[in-house]
């Protein structure tokens, strides 16, 4: 049997996942930690991994509001009644209030996005949906986070993570697999996204189950839509 070869790396910020919150997290990071080492570790591949990969029809939110189309408390109103209640208004507005600068982003990335000829505004379906030719969606927001990383790491999937001995409360480090890979870091962002049509299905919070929760980790954010689907 062959020895196993064990691979260290150090960083100051691992991103754990790279879908397209991944991929995301990794452009946000270079942004706020411009001289910090950044690594983001993907168990398939960047370029098509994660929900989005499949290819989107259309973005589906999008305020309009150099338009006057919707208004951040307009999505705030609808979130509160579509959810029952159940929302963090003071998130939900800070989160609308912020997505249109992201679409232009994208738009200035190269995703074709499809526009009034006259107008120059982005074609909507219902209210907050924008339609768009999303095949490249994801490689276009993983090329963004292959300039923001200093190493990507594709085919390795993360297996547990480490607490730090010396500080309470911290995570410390990780190990991921194909070649056992040890990674010492400052700061964890751990992303998860899954779409799911049915109840027998497990939610995606497993992830903490298999790697956060039993260190004590906190869900600092969940996106969860509910699809009624006939038997």
Same mark, same amino acid.
């Given at each position: 049997?062959?020895?196993?070869?064990?691979?260290?790396?150090?960083?100051?910020? @691992?991103? !754990? #996942?790279?879908?397209?919150? #991944? /991929?995301?997290? /990794?452009?946000?990071?270079?942004?706020?930690?411009?001289?910090?080492?950044?690594?983001?570790?993907?168990?398939?591949?960047?370029?098509?991994?994660?929900?989005?990969? +499949?290819?989107?029809?259309?973005?589906?939110?999008?305020?309009?509001? +150099?338009?006057?189309? $919707? =208004?951040?408390?307009?999505?705030?109103?609808?979130?509160?009644?579509?959810?029952?209640? @159940?929302?963090?208004?003071?998130?939900?507005?800070?989160?609308?209030?912020?997505?249109?600068?992201?679409?232009?982003?994208?738009?200035?990335?190269?995703?074709?996005?499809?526009?009034?000829?006259?107008?120059?505004?982005?074609?909507?379906?219902?209210?907050? =949906?924008?339609?768009?030719?999303?095949?490249?969606?994801?490689?276009? !927001?993983?090329?963004?986070?292959?300039?923001?990383?200093?190493?990507?790491? $594709?085919?390795?999937?993360?297996?547990?993570?480490?607490?730090?001995?010396?500080?309470?409360?911290? !995570?410390?480090?990780?190990?991921?697999?194909?070649?056992?890979?040890?990674?010492?870091?400052?700061? @964890?962002?751990? =992303?998860?996204?899954?779409?799911?049509?049915?109840?027998?299905?497990?939610?995606? !919070?497993?992830?903490?189950?298999?790697?956060?929760?039993?260190?004590?980790?906190?869900?600092? @954010?969940?996106?969860?839509?509910?699809?009624?689907? +006939?038997?």
């Amino acid at each position: 049997m062959a020895k196993v070869k064990t691979h260290y790396e150090e960083c100051d910020i @691992l991103v !754990v #996942g790279g879908g397209m919150a #991944g /991929t995301g997290a /990794t452009f946000e990071a270079r942004h706020w930690g411009r001289d910090l080492k950044i690594v983001c570790v993907e168990k398939a591949n960047i370029d098509r991994s994660g929900a989005v990969a +499949q290819g989107l029809y259309a973005i589906n939110c999008y305020m309009g509001m +150099q338009w006057d189309e $919707n =208004q951040p408390e307009d999505h705030v109103r609808y979130a509160r009644n579509d959810l029952m209640g @159940l929302v963090r208004e003071d998130l939900g507005y800070d989160m609308a209030r912020h997505v249109d600068s992201t679409v232009h982003m994208f738009d200035e990335w190269g995703l074709p996005m499809m526009k009034d000829k006259k107008t120059g505004r982005y074609l909507r379906e219902g209210k907050w =949906q924008i339609m768009i030719h999303g095949e490249s969606f994801k490689p276009i !927001v993983a090329e963004a986070a292959k300039k923001s990383a200093d190493k990507i790491y $594709n085919r390795i999937m993360i297996t547990h993570l480490l607490m730090d001995e010396s500080k309470e409360n911290r !995570v410390g480090g990780a190990v991921g697999l194909v070649t056992i890979t040890f990674f010492v870091l400052k700061l @964890l962002l751990l =992303q998860r996204e899954e779409h799911h049509t049915s109840s027998n299905q497990e939610p995606w !919070v497993k992830v903490w189950e298999e790697l956060g929760m039993h260190l004590g980790a906190m869900v600092l @954010l969940m996106h969860y839509q509910l699809l009624l689907v +006939q038997k």
